[in-house]
């Protein structure tokens, strides 16, 4: 009798029709996000060939699709991939192969850490990121005495953590023929008594870093992916890398054809002659994971190195006003073309007259009411009369909430009261447009957006300081905040449609934390981790 009975139980497990499935994934049990139009939230997706297919409640999800694979939240908050509207993605891939220098509380400290640096790299060109004299006791500019003790004949440039100012040694400066007294357009050359201190403001760094052998492309590669590696991990499913040459597209292409890199890019091309050639012979380049269609453009240099262009006079220094990067004609000349080719304009303006110069470049060539989405980057420093130039032309101001948290120990000293109380003034400039794309300007700021949402909604530093928040009128509410994140970043790159929300034919771009950051304790935001990470539905990082 055991026989037959076997074989019926194997003829019905036979008989049994195989599930058929009509999806890739589902997420269940979740706090979804959505982000779409009415910030809807949901408990339960649905993604299928790299895109979401339905969003709603799980009982309807399950009753119409049977995934391959479900993942359940058990809770957790679930929002579309995060994207930072400005970075310096292969700038902060190339610098973690250099000289970390970020955090150090003094110039010895600095000394010491390049000293040890160049014990494991012992040859070539000694290159260093992240140094700040706003945070040591001593807040002067360093000098290159003790650097030259250490490293006589070995090349070094440290490049301060805004990158538009750089001490060298006397070697770096020998090979690049720098000289005391030396001028130069949009720079600095620090002569004092008639020696060089090896300080190199803005233009004036680039003098010794042409000097430098360029990246080979097995270095570029491992830099972009050892980038990507970091930023999934921090929840960044897409970046705009900031001031690129052209021949960065077809090392990012390849890298993405074989499947290495899946981080999104939108590459704003450098203000070079031969890229704006590249790209107005060739059109823009769109691919689902890179697209080319803009230029970035350099107006002023920092604050923090007095590099950024005031209508007054610096506080802390009568006779300065900073300075323009080039001449004004060649703002109006590259404004003109960029327009007549129908590309996007993206200008670094820092203090108030770099704004006012490049506002009015763009007003004469958008001509009103537009949906060119041309961008100033970083907007800080704004005159009280300019604001209303951003709605009258509906340019777009790109900003960095860290970067407010960062400076407010000293800007006041730089800019005064008065002054101070208009610069990094988000909420104002979200209400020109209605809407304003976030962005962290790394590898100046850190990568984490959990500390872009914390600054830009609780005004602190992560010491909690001050304790009422950074001028708190011009704070971003949570939903603002999240927006400038994920859709209004997207929109900034005319991206809005593919990417920035959860829902039905976009990209299943979507980070699960492991705290809800539209609920948690103001002090609780910068301690929140990233559980996973997806591109396209397909996990890319999972904490350990």
Not at 185 to 210: P, S, W
Request: glycine letters at 8%.
């Amino acid at each position: 009798m055991k026989k037959p009975l076997l074989a019926i139980l194997l003829l019905a497990a036979a008989c049994k029709p195989k599930k058929e499935y009509n999806a890739d994934l589902l997420i269940k049990n979740a706090v979804v996000y959505t982000v779409d139009s009415t910030f809807s939230t949901a408990n339960a997706f649905v993604v299928s060939n790299g895109k979401i297919q339905a969003v709603g409640n799980i009982d309807s999800l399950e009753d119409k699709y049977v995934a391959r694979e479900v993942i359940d939240a058990q809770g957790k908050a679930v929002y579309p991939g995060f994207i930072d509207a400005h970075a310096h993605f292969m700038e902060y891939g190339l610098g973690l192969q250099y000289a970390n220098l970020v955090g150090l509380k003094s110039w010895q400290a600095t000394l010491d850490t390049v000293k040890n640096y160049a014990t494991h790299r012992t040859e070539g060109w000694i290159v260093g990121w992240g140094w700040d004299q706003n945070t040591w006791a001593n807040k002067a500019f360093p000098n290159k005495a003790k650097l030259d003790s250490l490293f006589p004949v070995r090349p070094v440039i440290l490049n301060r953590v805004d990158g538009h100012a750089a001490i060298a040694n006397e070697a770096a400066l020998n090979i690049a023929g720098v000289k005391p007294g030396q001028k130069i357009i949009g720079g600095a050359i620090e002569t004092i008594n008639g020696k060089l201190t090896g300080i190199l403001v803005d233009n004036a760094v680039g003098i010794v870093t042409r000097k430098i052998p360029t990246p080979t492309e097995p270095m570029i590669q491992a830099a972009l992916l050892d980038a990507q590696k970091n930023c999934f991990a921090v929840g960044l499913t897409t970046i705009d890398d900031c001031g690129v040459p052209y021949q960065l597209i077809n090392v990012i292409a390849q890298l993405q054809h074989k499947g290495d890199l899946k981080m999104r890019l939108y590459l704003m091309l450098a203000d070079q002659p031969e890229n704006y050639d590249y790209l107005f012979k060739r059109g823009a380049y769109k691919t689902p994971g890179l697209n080319v269609r803009a230029f970035k453009v350099y107006a002023d240099g920092a604050l923090g190195s007095r590099g950024a262009c005031l209508l007054k006079p610096y506080t802390d220094q009568p006779k300065w006003n900073g300075f323009l990067l080039s001449q004004k004609t060649h703002f109006e000349e590259v404004a003109k073309k960029i327009a007549e080719h129908g590309f996007q304009m993206a200008t670094h303006a820092i203090g108030d007259s770099a704004n006012r110069v490049i506002l009015k470049i763009y007003a004469e060539n958008l001509k009103g009411k537009n949906d060119k989405r041309w961008r100033i980057e970083h907007a800080q420093i704004i005159s009280p009369e300019d604001v209303k130039l951003f709605g009258d032309y509906n340019i777009i101001p790109s900003v960095q909430p860290t970067h407010a948290t960062s400076d407010m120990a000293w800007a006041i000293k730089r800019l005064g009261a008065d002054r101070l109380k208009t610069a990094y003034a988000y909420k104002n400039l979200l209400k020109q447009n209605g809407w304003i794309p976030l962005g962290t300007d790394f590898p100046v700021e850190n990568i984490n957006p959990m500390y872009t949402f914390y600054a830009a909604v609780e005004r602190k530093d992560l010491k909690g300081q001050p304790d009422g928040g950074f001028q708190m009128e011009n704070a971003l509410d949570r939903q603002e905040a999240l927006r400038g994140m994920t859709i209004w970043a997207a929109k900034a790159n005319f991206e809005e449609k593919e990417k920035g929300s959860i829902e039905p034919g976009k990209f299943a771009d979507f980070v699960i934390l492991d705290q809800d950051i539209m609920k948690a304790r103001g002090s609780e935001l910068p301690k929140i981790k990233v559980l996973k990470t997806f591109v396209n539905g397909v996990k890319v990082y999972e904490k350990k």
